[in-house]
């Protein structure tokens, strides 16, 4: 049996060229070649004459991790776009935080059954039908409660 540098020594320069034409990045490549080398440290046993080509086991597994690479950068990309705006000039968002606080100001001057009505049918996107078996609550309850929580939050909004 021939030793692992040996082997090496005998494929790297085929394997790296492998690598770089069908990668087309010498990085890449390079990356690749480690990999085939981890891979081929783990299973010498494969890599005698006697039970195939050493350098077509190696262009075989080069080829696999590299077809893996590839798929999962397109599958994960790793470079994200930036806004066009520059964040340092982008007006601020004050007026959202301001109309929370008085949006949650409203809903706290509700009564406990009517904020959670309210919450569950607009803040949680729910018809009055998935409200009701959420707040185990009949329909009609549900719809009476909106109807009641928007006239005194209407009123709130018009005295202030």
Not at 70 to 97: I, N, Y
Not at 102 to 120: C, G, K, S
């Amino acid at each position: 049996m021939t030793t692992f540098d040996s082997i090496v020594a005998a494929h790297r320069t085929a394997l790296l060229a492998y690598a770089r034409r069908v990668t087309g990045c010498p990085h890449r490549a390079e990356d690749v070649v480690q990999e085939t080398w981890i891979r081929a440290w783990k299973h010498q046993d494969k890599l005698t004459e006697d039970r195939g080509s050493v350098r077509a086991w190696l262009t075989r597994v080069a080829h696999n991790i590299a077809v893996d690479q590839h798929r999962g950068r397109a599958a994960r990309p790793s470079e994200v776009e930036l806004p066009e705006t520059d964040v340092t000039t982008a007006p601020g968002c004050a007026d959202q935080v301001l109309d929370r606080v008085m949006v949650d100001a409203a809903l706290e001057a509700l009564p406990e059954p009517h904020r959670q009505t309210v919450v569950e049918v607009y803040f949680a996107d729910r018809t009055a039908a998935s409200a009701a078996i959420t707040l185990q609550v009949p329909v009609g309850t549900v719809k009476s409660r909106l109807h009641y929580a928007l006239r005194t939050l209407r009123e709130s909004a018009l005295a202030a």
